[in-house]
């Protein structure tokens, strides 16, 4: 699969998007699209029915200090589906046991907290789902009430599996 690279990066106006999938890039300008000049938006600027189409990927995770360590605030019907399990007032690291495991991960989430800023991956699953989804691409994006310390992350996920195809 092109543009397969299994590792994370921070995302900004120069990163190459030729190979991001079209609903992380509506994501992505989306939060540009609402990020006030010189901070973060904060949950208070985000209005679900701007993306309704892209929301059944998109999941929601409280930052809880000391830590940081993260929570479910909520999690797309596509989310859910590929869990098998609506994780929503969970634990990420109860769910995802390669969450506790992988520090590569865990570095990821941390990183978008610290420091206010989108990452993006497209490489192998990492937390458990469906047998047959086999890669992700991804797109971690930072809001914080206040403008700057991060309290939620919210995230879009594409599926796909071993052959390439889009899981829809």
Known sequence: MEGLTDGWVFVDDKLDRTYWHPDVTRFYDYWRKITPPGRLPGRQHFDPLDIALIMPRVW?????????????????????????????????????????????????????????????????????????????????????????????LMILSIMFQSDGVEVK
């Not at 469906?130 to 914080?144: C, G, K, T």
């Open 60 to 152: 929601m995770l409280d930052v809880v200090q000391p830590g940081p360590r993260f929570r479910y605030r909520m999690a797309g019907t596509m989310e859910v589906d590929t869990l098998g399990m609506d994780p929503t007032g969970h634990w990420l690291d109860e769910v995802h046991d390669a969450y506790r495991t992988r520090p590569d991960i865990a570095s990821r989430y941390v990183a978008s907290v610290v420091e206010g800023r989108p990452t993006y991956r497209f490489g192998k699953v990492a937390f458990v789902h469906s047998r047959e989804h086999r890669f992700v691409q991804n797109m971690i994006l930072p809001f914080a009430q206040d403008g700057k310390t991060v309290d939620l």
